[in-house]
C-alpha cells in the first residue's frame, strides 16, 4: 500500500507537470517574430511596431532663393504624399533658400513642423550632412564610371547624374521601375519632325543617356555636338 500511494503521488506530480508544461506551450503559441530591419517600439499603450527605412532623393535646382527652395519643398512633399508617405516634420538648416517665412507658412499650414539647427552647427544635423555626402559620393560615380564627362563639362552635366541617382534610390524605396539604361550609355534617339532642317535627314541621331527628365514619363541625352535632347523612349546601341 505504501508504495501504491508513493506512485499515486509520483503520478500526480507528473500530471501536474504536463499540465504546466502544456500551459507554457500555449502561452509560447501567443509569441510573435519581430519584423526584419531597423524599427521603432512605440510605447505600450500604442502597441503597435513601426519599421522605418531612411530614402536619400536630390532635386538640384538653378540658385538658392527663397521661391526656389520653397517649390523644391513642395515637390518633395507631393511625392512623398503621393506614395501615401505622411509628413509630420521638416528639419533644415537656417539657409534663407529653406528656412524663410513663406516655407514655414506653408508648412504650417499643411500640418508639418519645421524645425532648424542652432545655425553655423553642421554637427547638429549630421544625418542631413551625411545625405549630402552620399549624394555626392554617388554622383561622382555616375560621371566618371560612365566617361561621359569626356568632351563635355562635368560641372554641367552633374544635375543629370543627381537626378539619375535620386530615380535610383527612389526605384529601391518605393518599388518603381528602374532606369532600364546606364547613365552615359550610347542610344538612338528619334528626332522630331520639326528639328529636321531637310527631308532627307536623319531620323536618328547618336547621343548618350543622362537618365529620366523629373515630373514627366521622358528621358534626356546630350548629343555629339553638345545638345540636350529629349524623347519618351531610347533606345541604347
Same mark, same amino acid.
Given at each position: 500500500r505504501a508504495l501504491s500511494v508513493h506512485d499515486d503521488r509520483d503520478q500526480g506530480g507528473a500530471q501536474e507537470e504536463a499540465d504546466q508544461e502544456e500551459e507554457e506551450e500555449e502561452e509560447e503559441d501567443f509569441s510573435f517574430e519581430p519584423l526584419p530591419g531597423p524599427t521603432r517600439v512605440e510605447p505600450d499603450d500604442v502597441a503597435r511596431t513601426v519599421? #522605418? #527605412?531612411?530614402?536619400?532623393f536630390w532635386i538640384p535646382v538653378r540658385d538658392k532663393k527663397a521661391t526656389t527652395g520653397l517649390e523644391s519643398i513642395q515637390t518633395v512633399v507631393a511625392m512623398l504624399q503621393n506614395e501615401g508617405v505622411a509628413i509630420k516634420r521638416f528639419h533644415s538648416d537656417r539657409g534663407t533658400e529653406m528656412f524663410n517665412t513663406s516655407s514655414r507658412r506653408w508648412l504650417l499650414a499643411r500640418g508639418? !513642423?519645421?524645425?532648424?539647427?542652432?545655425? /553655423? /552647427?553642421?554637427? @547638429?544635423?549630421?544625418?542631413?550632412e551625411a545625405a549630402v555626402g552620399h549624394a555626392k559620393r554617388r554622383v561622382r560615380t555616375l560621371l566618371h564610371a560612365s566617361?561621359?564627362?569626356e568632351g563635355y563639362d562635368a560641372k554641367a552635366l552633374w544635375p543629370h547624374a543627381a537626378t539619375m541617382a535620386a530615380a535610383i534610390e527612389w @526605384?529601391?524605396?518605393f518599388g518603381t521601375t528602374l532606369p532600364k539604361i546606364a547613365?552615359?550609355?550610347t542610344v538612338a534617339v528619334r528626332t522630331k519632325e520639326f528639328e529636321r532642317r /531637310?527631308? !532627307?535627314?536623319? #531620323? $536618328?541621331?547618336?547621343?548618350?543617356? !543622362?537618365?529620366? $527628365?523629373?515630373?514627366?514619363?521622358?528621358?534626356?541625352?546630350?548629343t555629339e555636338d553638345g545638345t540636350y535632347v529629349t524623347a519618351s523612349t531610347m533606345n541604347r546601341i
Open positions: 519599421q #522605418r #527605412r531612411r530614402v536619400y508639418i !513642423l519645421p524645425t532648424t539647427t542652432i545655425g /553655423d /552647427d553642421p554637427q @547638429s544635423n549630421g544625418r542631413a566617361k561621359v564627362t @526605384s529601391r524605396a547613365f552615359g550609355a /531637310d527631308a !532627307l535627314d536623319a #531620323r $536618328v541621331t547618336k547621343a548618350q543617356y !543622362l537618365g529620366p $527628365v523629373p515630373l514627366t514619363n521622358g528621358h534626356g541625352a546630350i
